[in-house]
């Protein structure tokens, strides 16, 4: 399976997918930045900054406005480790730290774009949208049906200028339409959202450099999200009890987020809370009755004192 998944959680979405064993397709920023040198400043964010005329500089600058937006200047862990904003000098001086960074703190539309790459033309779009919560949590995110021009065109211009030569899956991450981060691959949380065939012709582009996939069916998806507190080391439900929820109308996977045997500060989460759980879906509310389902699971099987952290719901012992 040449497709490289780090997750096992994610390797359901790969497993029947023929791909030729010398094509290696990369899921995550690790490996993506050891395969593709000449590409791989796409991964510090300095530079994401200064190729948009973006303000920015690392912490020993002092910013000549607040707020803004601090961060690593490279995260290949994801999860918006160590971002926060910051709203004035007094606090600069206390957040200061050695490779971190600061940039305009943008409005807008947050915006997850998955793009086809061909010689660094962008052949292909598909956009995701996320509710968020607080402390860098997001409830669900929706994998939209409809296209964003505006995006396609300033991110699609970007990657003409600096791109030249890439052939393959890029995400891009956008605020109010400036790129924010970037990454040599495609988000791996939702693939099986984006139709059958999609992953086909994924392989082809790694392997013959061309992209033909039928997007005509699109439909909007969601992505839902469950998230228990930090602290509890948690335990995955029985397998036998997620599987049924695998059955219900609209439901298309179910990802258990975590290494049960790993302690959980070795995890790489969002400061607000520890990812338990992701339902793929054609239907939010349906993903939304799953997420309580497996939110009961988890409050059978963790530690004792946990709380969950799921937006709008009234199922007992969960945290509102």
Not at 13 to 40: G, K
Not at 238 to 249: G, K, N, T
Request: hydrophobic share 40%; proline share 7%; with cysteine.
């Amino acid at each position: 399976m040449p497709i490289v998944e780090a997750d096992p959680w994610r390797a359901q979405y790969f497993t029947a997918i023929s791909c030729p064993d010398d094509v290696v397709i990369p899921t995550d920023d690790e490996l993506a930045y050891q395969r593709y040198p000449q590409h791989r400043w796409i991964y510090n964010k300095l530079l994401i900054c200064e190729t948009q005329g973006l303000d920015n500089a690392p912490h020993d600058i002092m910013p000549g406005q607040f707020p803004v937006f601090s961060k690593p200047i490279y995260n290949m862990r994801g999860m918006g480790c160590g971002g926060k904003m910051i709203e004035s000098p007094e606090q600069f001086r206390a957040a200061v730290q050695p490779g971190h960074m600061w940039m305009p703190l943008l409005c807008g539309e947050h915006v997850s774009s998955d793009a086809a790459v061909i010689d660094g033309e962008a052949v292909w779009w598909r956009h995701t949208i996320g509710k968020s919560l607080e402390q860098g949590m997001f409830d669900h995110w929706i994998v939209l049906e409809e296209s964003r021009p505006e995006i396609e065109e300033y991110c699609g211009a970007w990657l003409r200028r600096h791109f030249k030569g890439y052939s393959g899956c890029v995400n891009i991450e956008t605020i109010g339409g400036k790129i924010i981060e970037a990454h040599l691959r495609f988000a791996d949380q939702w693939p099986d959202l984006y139709g059958p065939g999609w992953l086909d012709a994924v392989v082809a582009l790694y392997a013959e450099g061309r992209w033909r996939y039928n997007d005509e069916a699109r439909r909007t998806g969601y992505s839902v999200v469950l998230f228990g507190a930090h602290g509890p080391r948690y335990r995955k439900p029985d397998p036998s009890a997620v599987s049924e929820f695998l059955a219900w109308h609209d439901v298309s996977s179910i990802q258990l987020t975590f290494h049960q045997e790993k302690a959980p500060e070795l995890h790489s989460m969002p400061p607000g809370g520890f990812r338990l759980a992701i339902v793929n879906c054609w239907d939010l509310q349906t993903g939304l009755r799953v997420r309580e389902r497996l939110a009961a699971l988890f409050n059978e099987k963790a530690v004792q004192g946990s709380t969950f952290k799921v937006q709008g719901s009234s199922w007992p012992g969960i945290e509102l």
